[in-house]
């Protein structure tokens, strides 16, 4: 693979590896973890006779090493062939044969099934399974459980598992700093969204700053205090609809990432390639600078325009903790579901309550007493109540 070590893994949208690449790719992805047992399906589809027993000579090499490999294979070539130790044959889920490569052609020749000479063994054994009739194959069938049945041990299976290798997931440290730079790259590569959430915290910002321009100029003109009530809504208004904004657009990109990541996530720690703690924390570890520079970004156009008083970088990091909590909710969100579908229907019933227990619409104290707990657990009034000290302190 070192050939292509620079080439994207691609998906269907965008081009990459070629099926031959990608198939040995994720072999070479279950080896990371030293497992004592792989299983391949099929691992030479899609190969060249050169690729495809480069690869079964290297699996003959980790079986020799005390890792069992079993594989399923199709039509494989007769000096792939000759590389397993054992193969099993079936006939509609029937064992025809379970031994040595050696003794193929000498099992079939031993019920009138000869092989030709210079024939693949492999070739002749599948084609004669196939043609053969019903009771043609029963004394091929009968002679390997009688070896079943008679509890005969299989050469080699002993010595092996004495020498099998022991899984060996890499350090916690390692995993974290892999997945970091996995995470990073991801991140840079995809820069459609990348741009998308910069391009949107702009044009929100620029939007919310031109409704709310100079809410907060000290209410100069206020002369009443009506006026000063209307002033100070203004402002205040202008804060909530921020974290509004920054709370919603920290969720939306993050709901989804998890359902699509799903089928690699669980192939790979289920190989013990790496453990769901630093999974989480690499993307929290990418993910929180991304949010600090989106909220840097958005809040240069509507710090100005609204005429905010606090300290901005104060108002940043206010909004880049409540960015952290919205997405790290919406991952929680997307992993707690199977269906991408499920986690969207589901945002209301998250989202929703944090509006409601802002405290903008209703006050705290005229919610009801059994309701009142629910706004401690809802992480925009807190975000709120960060930008409300930020500024009006």
């Not at 044009?203 to 919310?208: D, G, K, M, P, R």
Request: glycine fraction near 8%; charge should be negative; include cysteine.
């Amino acid at each position: 693979l070192d050939r292509c070590a620079d080439t994207l893994i691609g998906s269907v949208l965008s081009p990459g590896l070629s099926g031959g690449e990608m198939k040995r790719t994720a072999v070479a992805v279950e080896l990371i973890s030293s497992p004592s047992l792989i299983f391949l399906d099929e691992p030479t589809s899609g190969l060249d006779s050169h690729n495809a027993f480069e690869l079964v000579k290297i699996l003959r090499g980790l079986a020799e090493a005390g890792c069992t490999i079993v594989c399923t294979i199709h039509q494989p070539s007769s000096e792939v062939f000759d590389l397993f130790h054992r193969v099993m044959l079936l006939r509609y889920g029937q064992m025809v044969y379970n031994g040595p490569v050696e003794g193929v052609a000498e099992h079939f020749a031993a019920h009138g099934h000869h092989c030709k000479p210079n024939y693949n063994p492999a070739d002749f054994a599948m084609t004669t399974v196939q043609r053969i009739t019903d009771e043609e194959a029963q004394p091929l069938i009968q002679t390997v459980q009688s070896v079943v049945k008679e509890g005969s041990e299989i050469e080699g299976v002993s010595s092996a598992a004495s020498g099998m290798w022991d899984s060996n997931p890499a350090p916690f440290v390692t995993q974290f700093r892999h997945l970091v730079k996995r995470e990073f790259y991801q991140v840079l590569r995809d820069e459609m969204t990348l741009m998308s959430r910069f391009g949107m915290a702009i044009v929100l910002s620029v939007i919310i700053g031109l409704i709310f321009m100079g809410a907060g100029d000290e209410w100069g003109d206020a002369r009443t205090s009506g006026d000063v009530e209307k002033e100070v809504n203004n402002h205040w208004g202008a804060l909530v609809f921020i974290s509004i904004n920054t709370m919603f657009l920290s969720a939306e990109p993050l709901l989804l990432v998890f359902p699509l990541e799903r089928p690699v996530f669980i192939r790979e720690y289920i190989t013990g390639t790496y453990g769901t703690s630093a999974y989480f924390l690499a993307k929290t570890m990418i993910d929180v600078p991304v949010a600090f520079f989106e909220q840097l970004v958005g809040l240069i156009a509507v710090y100005f325009l609204v005429d905010y008083q606090g300290d901005f970088f104060l108002h940043v990091l206010a909004m880049t903790l409540l960015a952290a909590v919205s997405g790290s909710a919406a991952l929680l969100l997307g992993a707690s579901t199977t269906r991408a579908e499920t986690a969207v229907n589901l945002v209301p019933a998250i989202y929703v309550p944090q509006i409601l227990f802002a405290g903008f619409f209703i006050t705290s104290d005229a919610i009801p007493v059994f309701m009142r707990w629910i706004q401690w657990g809802c992480f925009l009034k807190y975000g709120v109540a960060l930008s409300t000290i930020v500024e009006f302190s």
